[in-house]
C-alpha cells in the first residue's frame, strides 16, 4: 500500500479567494489523480497530475480554476482559484502504486467556502 | 459515465455475511473489477480486485461471473464498522477510477 498526506486537512475560506491542497506520497507511484467529492454525492475526476506537464482535464474541469502542478513523482499540488461557495467540497489526491498497480487515496482536503 | 449497476442501499445483520451485487455487462476483455468502499468522512478504501477468476483476501471475497458480466462481493461476517458505501468499478489497471452512486450498506445489530 501507500501512505498519501494531504494537507490541509480541512479549511474555511472566504469567496473569491484560492487555496491550494498538497498531497504527498511515502512509496514510488505512476499516476497521480485529483477527485472532487460534492456534499452527498460520488467522486468525480478531476484531472490526472502529470510529471512535469500540464495536467489532463476531464470535462468540466479547467486548468485557470483547477491549477495543478505535479513536479516530481510523489507530489502534487491543486488549487482551487476564486473559490465560492460551490466549491465546498472533499478534494481527494489518489495514486497507483508502481510495485503492485493499485489505486489508493488519500483522505481528502475538506474545503468550506462562505 | 459508470460502466456498473448496483442497488443503492442494502441492509445486513450483524455477523451475517454481507452479499452486495454489481452488474457490469458491458466490460471489456482488458477491464478489471474493482471494488472501494467509503466510510463516512473517509478517503476511499481498496478492498479487492480481479479480472477473471474468484479473489479472496483478508476483507472479502469477489465472485465473477463465467461470462464477466455481473460479480459479487462477500463479506462474510458483517460488522458494524462495514456500514459504508461500497463501490464497484470496471477500469483498466493503472488507470483513473470512474466511480458510480455505489451500494450504501447498513450493518445493525
Known amino acids: 500500500s501507500a501512505v498519501i498526506s494531504q494537507k490541509p486537512s480541512r479549511d474555511i475560506c472566504q469567496r473569491g479567494t484560492s487555496l491550494t491542497i498538497q498531497c504527498q506520497v511515502d512509496s514510488q507511484v505512476t499516476m497521480m489523480f485529483w477527485y472532487r467529492q460534492q456534499p452527498g454525492q460520488s467522486l468525480t475526476l478531476i484531472a490526472t497530475?502529470?510529471?512535469?506537464?500540464?495536467?489532463?482535464?476531464e470535462s468540466g474541469f479547467v486548468i485557470d480554476k483547477f491549477p495543478i502542478s505535479r513536479p516530481n513523482l510523489t507530489f502534487s499540488t491543486l488549487t482551487v482559484s476564486n473559490m465560492s461557495p460551490e466549491d465546498s467540497s472533499i478534494y481527494l489526491c489518489s495514486v497507483v502504486v508502481l510495485a503492485s498497480g493499485e489505486l489508493f487515496f488519500g483522505e481528502g482536503s475538506r474545503l468550506t467556502v462562505l | 459515465d459508470a460502466k456498473t449497476t448496483q442497488p443503492p442501499s442494502m441492509d445486513c445483520a450483524e455477523g451475517r455475511a454481507a452479499n452486495l451485487p454489481c452488474n457490469h455487462s458491458?466490460?471489456?476483455?482488458?477491464?478489471?473489477v474493482y471494488w472501494y468502499r467509503q466510510i463516512h468522512s473517509q478517503g476511499p478504501q481498496y478492498i479487492i480486485h480481479g479480472l477473471k477468476n474468484n479473489e479472496t483476501n483478508e476483507m472479502a471475497s469477489l465472485i465473477i461471473t463465467e461470462d464477466r458480466k455481473s460479480s459479487t462481493l462477500i463479506l462474510p461476517h458483517a460488522t458494524l464498522r462495514d456500514t459504508a458505501v461500497y463501490y464497484c468499478i470496471v477500469n483498466q489497471a493503472g488507470t483513473a477510477l470512474i466511480f458510480g452512486k455505489g451500494t450504501t450498506l447498513s450493518v445493525s445489530s
Open positions: 497530475a502529470n510529471q512535469g506537464s500540464e495536467a489532463t482535464y
Open positions: 458491458t466490460i471489456s476483455g482488458n477491464e478489471y
